[in-house]
């Protein structure tokens, strides 16, 4: 190092303590040290006892061990089991048997210590000895069914039939599980004791009262060839559990075995008595196996039966979780009607107007109300019942709350339906109760419709005044009535009510009024009549298209004073629709004066109006938000009209910028 030079720090190394990108678990290593041999484990070495001594002492050593753990842990019978099981691999026997009995001393109730030691003495060949242990067993332990099976089992192997048998009666007196008593029938057919497997039959059916255990020993019956004592099985079985407890899975095997036996009208009578007993939730698979039952050997008949009684299950479930959905009452009901049977849609019927919707707002009833008339309808055109018809309408207007609401449609039916009988007064004294009640729209265009079919003109004016007097706001209302006049020839009185209807203060639709009235003095030919209308229309709007209506009815007469009276309303209207600044209506004036003068005109008049026309041009505006806030700019697209370009000079210079570079656009290509 050069004198004069500061010694230089050495840079200290920092060690990263973050966690390496890969992580390796002590689990890890010790299973890869494992399945690589690693480390080695060397085997127990094997040790040869030669000498009687060593061998006493080797044994010694041993039952210090084995007395050393029962001691110290007597709750563990699996050492217990390990010293027995080491005591008669030395052969000695008599010690295994202390050990199990001191164990069993301990605690009774293992069943591996009973087990193992009834297989020591059945290895050992001391039949009486296992016979002891497994009678002692099932004498403190008889709900083990381990211990039952084992003892049959020996007794089996034994050929000690008989004793086999009184070991099963002794455990069937203790009423076991099912399985047990299946147990001790296969070891009677095994035996072909076919009686004695029948008897322990109907001991089972009565201790398990089960229809499985009913069908097990049907099926017992036919694989035994024994069909009449089957179906008496069978038989004995539906009247036992009765109409309360029907069991689904029965009522199937019973019809597929009269199938079976090609009894199929049997098999049909089962399965329509269980249809017809079984609730309809439970009966799926029943109507599945019927359905397939009838494809296979039923008639068209009988197949459309089973389909109607499917869906009529289905209709049946919709309406019970929900009684008010009148879309499921209306597919049942045309399922009632297509079976043809009156007393059964009837039925139908009045189960679904029985649920009366639960609050009287018009927008529930809506769907409700159509049961009703349908149901009126039934009763008129299929039933042909015309008094429960009547009954049927009667019932629905008393129902109806009309003070809150009312349907038309309703008192309109049932009124038709009295002129179909050919009782017209009592048609006109429902349609006059109705106006009495809950007057509407509706209810007076259908009276009025009623007596113009009729002729009775009388009564349609009558009907037309109490209609202008209930709403004289309806222009429509007014306009037929004038109609209806004129129709009559009554010319006068049709202008007079169209004097009285432009003058009301309040209108729904004027300008059909005035459209109207306009037409009818145009058909009279009443042409000053016309213009005076249109100036009282004009005096009360200038709308644009009053005046291009005004100016093409001039303009139709086709004379050249009426033409030139055509152009002069079109410059009168243009000027009133530029006071307003209204572009798109005096765009559409102009238009509308263009192409009469393109009809009418010559060529100066032609150019007149087009020199008015005015540019289309596209501008931006700033969008304010509710806030005030600018939300940014928009396009739109605005009209220009020749004298705002005069009034404003910028923009015909901004338009020969726009012609000089079109210009330059052109050159440069």
């Known amino acids: 190092m050069a004198e004069g030079q500061p010694a230089r720090k050495m840079a200290k190394h920092v060690k990263n303590k973050h966690a390496a990108p ?8 010790l299973r890869e040290a494992t399945e690589r041999g690693i480390e080695y484990v060397a085997p127990v070495p094997k040790q040869n006892i030669t000498d009687p001594q060593e061998m006493e002492d080797f044994k010694l050593d041993k039952r210090k061990n084995y007395e050393d ?23 000695e026997t008599e010690r295994a048997r202390s050990v199990f009995e001191r164990a069993i001393d301990c605690n009774h109730r ?42 049959t089992y020996m007794e089996e192997q034994l050929n000690n039939a008989a004793g086999a048998r009184q070991i099963f009666e002794r455990w069937m007196e203790w009423h076991p599980d099912e399985e047990c008593w299946f147990a001790y029938i296969n070891f009677e057919m095994r035996y072909n004791e076919v009686d004695k497997a029948r008897a322990i039959y109907e001991r089972l059916i009565v201790d398990h009262c089960d229809p499985k255990h009913w069908i097990k020993y049907a099926k017992f019956e036919i694989k035994a060839y024994d069909y009449d004592r089957a179906r008496s099985i069978f038989e004995r079985a539906v009247e036992f559990f009765g109409e309360d407890h029907m069991d689904q899975p029965l009522f199937i095997e019973f019809a597929r075995f009269e199938e079976r036996q090609k009894e199929y009208e049997r098999a049909r009578v089962v399965y329509k008595y269980a249809l017809d007993r079984i609730p309809k939730a439970q009966a799926k698979k029943l109507f599945d196996a019927y359905t397939s039952f009838e494809k296979k050997y039923g008639n068209r008949q009988g197949v459309e039966e089973v389909i109607l009684s499917k869906r009529r299950f289905q209709y049946e479930q919709e309406v019970k979780e929900n009684p008010h959905n009148y879309d499921a009452w209306f597919d049942y009901i045309r399922l009632a009607e297509s079976e043809g049977k009156h007393d059964h849609t009837r039925t139908v019927y009045e189960r679904a107007i029985a649920n009366v919707p639960l609050d009287q707002e018009k927008r529930y009833w809506r769907r409700y109300i159509y049961l009703w008339i349908y ?28 003070k809150v609401f009312t349907f038309a449609k309703v008192w309109l039916l049932a009124a038709q339906f009295e002129v179909r009988q050919k009782q017209v007064t009592a048609a006109r004294k ?3 109760m109705a106006l009495g009640r809950c007057p509407k729209d509706k209810l007076f265009k259908g009276y009025i419709e009623l007596e113009l079919e009729l002729r009775e003109f009388d009564r349609c004016r009558m009907l037309y005044n109490k209609y202008l ?16 006049e004129a129709i009559l020839g009554d010319d006068e009185r049709a202008r007079a009510i169209f004097e009285l209807a432009v003058n009301q203060p309040l209108l729904d639709m004027p300008e ?9 003095e145009s058909e009279l030919e009443e042409f000053d009549r016309v213009r005076t209308l249109y100036d009282r229309l004009l005096e009360k709007t200038s709308h644009v298209k009053v005046w291009i209506s005004y100016a093409q009815f001039e303009a139709s007469l086709e004379t050249d004073e009426h033409v030139d ?29 263009l192409e009469f003068e393109q009809e009418q005109g010559d060529t100066a008049s032609i150019a007149k109006i087009q020199e008015l026309m005015p540019r289309q041009i596209k501008k931006r505006r700033e969008i304010i938000g509710d806030d005030g806030t600018s939300e940014g700019v928009e396009e739109y697209w605005d009209y220009v009209f020749p004298d705002e370009a005069k009034a404003k000079p910028h923009l015909k210079l901004l338009e020969m910028a726009k012609q000089w570079k079109q210009q330059q656009a052109q050159q440069s290509e």
């Open 22 to 29: 890969i992580q390796i678990s002590a689990e890890q290593l």
């Open 69 to 91: 753990n029962i001691r110290s842990r007597p709750d563990d019978m699996g050492n217990w089991v390990k010293y027995a099981v080491w005591e008669n691999s030395q052969g």
């Open 110 to 151: 293992s069943i591996s210590v009973w087990l193992k030691y009834a297989e020591i003495e059945m290895a050992n060949r001391q039949v009486n000895h296992a016979r002891n242990i497994l009678d002692r067993a099932i004498t403190i332990l008889p709900r083990v069914n381990q211990f039952w099976f084992k003892y």
């Open 375 to 402: 149901y009126a309808v039934f009763e008129e055109l299929e039933a042909q019942d015309i008094e429960r018809a009547r009954a049927v309408y009667k019932a629905c207007l008393d129902l109806l709350p009309h």
């Open 430 to 432: 429902l349609l006059g």
């Open 469 to 484: 007097e209930f709403n004289p706001a309806t222009c429509q209302t007014w306009v037929h009535y004038a109609e209806l």
């Open 512 to 520: 059909v009024l005035w459209k109207a009235y306009i037409d009818f």
């Open 565 to 593: 009276q055509a152009r002069q309303i079109f410059d009168n209207a243009h000027e009133e629709v530029k006071k307003q600044q209204d572009k798109p209506a005096r765009k559409l004036l102009l238009e509308a004066w």
